[in-house]
């Protein structure tokens, strides 16, 4: 499967809030960093962090453009409400091992009526 393939079954399963599935994506080391929060380490902990974002707030994720190079795919994204970001995806052997993500936290919370850390 081809690192666009692989990043548009994610945002299927993002969008469907599916954290078993979405875990599997992960190698069992792997690394979640959104930049506005603490990396998450290990398929278990990327599991329960999309729980608990899934939970929190309805989110949707609408392909803006997937690119890819070598071992990288890149997803620029917007959702319905505004906000927009970018992810990178380092996948090896049709696994996501290093995910990290830019996008404003603090707009995320306010749209979501989230509270401000």
């Not at 079954?9 to 992960?26: C, H, Q, R, S, T």
């Not at 960093?33 to 962090?49: L, P």
């Not at 505004?82 to 995806?89: A, E, N, W």
Request: overall charge negative; charged content about 30%.
């Amino acid at each position: 499967m081809k690192n666009k393939e692989l990043i548009q079954n994610w945002v299927k399963l993002f969008n469907d809030g599916n954290a078993e599935l979405i875990a599997e994506m992960y190698s069992d080391d792997a690394i979640n960093h959104q930049v506005a929060n603490e990396a998450i380490e290990g398929k278990t902990a990327i599991k329960q962090m999309f729980e608990k974002e899934f939970s929190e707030a309805d989110m949707t994720c609408i392909i803006e453009n997937i690119f890819e190079d070598g071992q990288w795919g890149i997803l620029e994204w917007k959702d319905p409400l505004g906000l927009r970001g970018c992810g990178f995806f380092q996948i090896k052997e049709g696994k996501i091992v290093f995910q990290r993500g830019y996008w404003d936290k603090l707009s995320f919370l306010k749209m979501h009526n989230l509270p401000i850390e």
